[in-house]
């Protein structure tokens, strides 16, 4: 990837979210991890890191266990996952994944968004060569002999390793996820970020105004209580972080 993802996908005022804001998104992702894989942490690794994310956020018990029945079917409340793909101005790609029980609404907000910034919605698929959904892993280097563990994340199917500013970024298919997780268990390492994420294949270089103008629409997106996530494939560039 050339990148560390976390400059990728760069978020602004995630801090400032309201805190049952917060709490829909992770246990969103918590009944998305049951319904993939059931409702045991110990073979879900999906779930796990969700949970871990509960804990860290301090998300009530009872929520958690709502969720939890949601995943296995006990409940539904109209609820579904839906995807939407488009280009913001100068052709910077950004992927929304969102979870809504009235898609008229959703669409509608997003649509709003991108055309008072320059942008416009795509079809679905149409974004298929510019993203790709993978396993991604980041944590501190800690006392890790690079090669070491480059070696040991290719044994298990890992393909791109990326070590800068004292952390590595694993990345590979979404299918290695839970070999990847066993082996850092092995290895005693509690990632500060894991899960399955929409990884640019391709990148855009843009100028100032059209980074801040992305950043501002992705915080827009993401205020919105149905949007999950939002991706983008903007090339980092170091002067961003001055703005």
């Known amino acids: ?42 073979t879900n ?3 796990k890191v969700a949970l871990e994310k509960c804990k860290k956020n301090n998300v009530p018990k009872d929520n958690i266990d709502r969720a939890i029945k949601k995943g296995l079917g006990g409940a539904d409340d109209g609820y579904e996952e839906i995807n939407y793909e488009g280009y913001g ?42 993203f790709n959904r993978k396993a991604v892993f980041e944590f501190p280097q800690g006392e890790l002999d690079e090669d070491d563990f480059t070696m040991d994340m290719i044994d298990v199917g890992a393909e791109d390793i990326v070590l800068e500013d004292g952390f590595f970024t694993v990345t590979g298919p979404m299918e290695i996820f839970g070999d990847v997780s066993k082996k850092l268990e092995e290895l005693n390492i509690v990632p500060d970020e894991s899960g399955l994420e929409q990884v640019p294949l391709t990148f855009k270089e843009v100028d100032d105004e059209t980074y801040l103008t992305i950043m501002k629409m992705i915080d ?24």
């Open 220 to 243: 827009l997106l993401e205020a919105d209580e149905d949007i999950i996530k939002v991706y983008h494939n903007i090339e980092f560039d170091e002067r961003f972080a001055e703005l």
């Open 89 to 130: 101005p100068n052709g910077v790609a950004l992927f929304i994944e969102a979870s809504t029980n009235n898609v008229t609404r959703t669409v509608a907000n997003v649509r709003v968004v991108f055309k008072k910034n320059g942008g416009g919605l795509g079809t679905t698929g149409s974004l298929q060569f510019v």
């Open 45 to 47: 690794f999906l779930l």
């Open 1 to 42: 990837m050339g990148r560390k993802w976390a400059n990728i996908v760069k978020k602004k005022g995630a801090a400032d979210k309201l805190k049952s804001q917060v709490y829909t998104k992770i246990l969103f992702e918590v009944t998305k991890a049951v319904k993939q894989g059931g409702d045991d942490p110990s």
